[in-house]
């Protein structure tokens, strides 16, 4: 089973409709992370979390609230979808024991906003 | 701020041809170096990472990739591309000393291998 989860895998949806990405984890990982993945741009961070009470906005946070309801799920919510938030999403985790930051991914999910 | 710049979006070349994507990072303090690859339709995959010793790092598939310090780079090789090596490559740079946990990506390079 892999380590990371992510659902639903693709998703389309209207313009203004709200929506969650869900992530979960059994890495026993504190630290989870949201990014969104667009051509050329790379990945972006929208927001992180180093434990379940702490959560920080990320470098694109406008548009997206986050949720963790416990260590092993933290989840992406766009309270009005855009076009412009049409991308690919990615959810990833990190031991704070390792402070050299690697992460660890989950499949992504394909959002479509139409 | 670190930043991290690749220099090539899109690299062409043939079967069993040499290759090297190139990285570019910017940081006023040291820093922790990875490479990660995204096959189609999956996740990303950690390919290697420079942490601290020898400046070669080797990883999975035959990559390895050198730390440069004067040069701010770490671009990644191998000697020989396979049709399966087709995909898209991300470096990635975070601070070293911190418990910030934050991971800076570049923009990305596609590899595509041509039989």
């Known amino acids: 089973d892999a380590d990371v989860t992510q659902t639903p895998r693709n998703r389309i949806t209207k313009t203004g409709k709200r929506i969650m990405l869900e992530c979960s984890q059994t890495?026993?990982?504190?630290?989870m992370y949201w990014y969104r993945q667009d051509p050329g741009l790379g990945l972006r961070l929208i927001y992180y979390?180093?434990?379940?009470?702490?959560?920080n906005k990320g470098e694109i946070s406008d548009g997206y609230s986050v949720s963790r309801q416990a260590q092993a799920k933290f989840s992406l919510s766009l309270e009005s979808a855009i076009p412009n938030q049409t991308a690919l999403y990615f959810c990833?985790?990190?031991?704070?024991?390792?402070?050299?930051?690697?992460?660890?991914f989950g499949p992504g999910t394909r959002l479509t906003v139409t | 701020a670190q930043s991290v710049t690749q220099l090539d979006s899109q690299v062409p070349v043939f079967e069993e041809a040499p290759v090297e994507l190139r990285c570019n990072y910017s940081?006023?303090?040291?820093?922790?170096l990875f490479w990660y690859v995204q096959y189609p339709n999956q996740g990303l995959q950690l390919l290697l990472k420079?942490?601290?010793?020898?400046?070669l790092v080797k990883g999975i598939n035959g990559f390895e990739a050198e730390f440069n310090k004067s040069q701010t780079s770490f671009h990644l090789r191998k000697p020989s591309v396979h049709i399966s090596d087709t995909a898209e490559y991300f470096c990635?740079?975070?601070?070293?000393?911190?418990?910030?946990?934050?991971?800076?990506f570049g923009q990305g390079t596609i590899l595509t291998v041509h039989p």
């Open positions: 990833a985790t990190s031991d704070p024991g390792q402070k050299r930051n690697e992460q660890y």
């Open positions: 890495k026993g990982h504190d630290r």
């Open positions: 979390s180093f434990d379940v009470k702490d959560i």
């Open positions: 940081s006023s303090v040291s820093v922790y």
């Open positions: 420079y942490l601290s010793g020898s400046t």
């Open positions: 990635a740079v975070s601070v070293s000393g911190t418990s910030y946990g934050k991971l800076t």
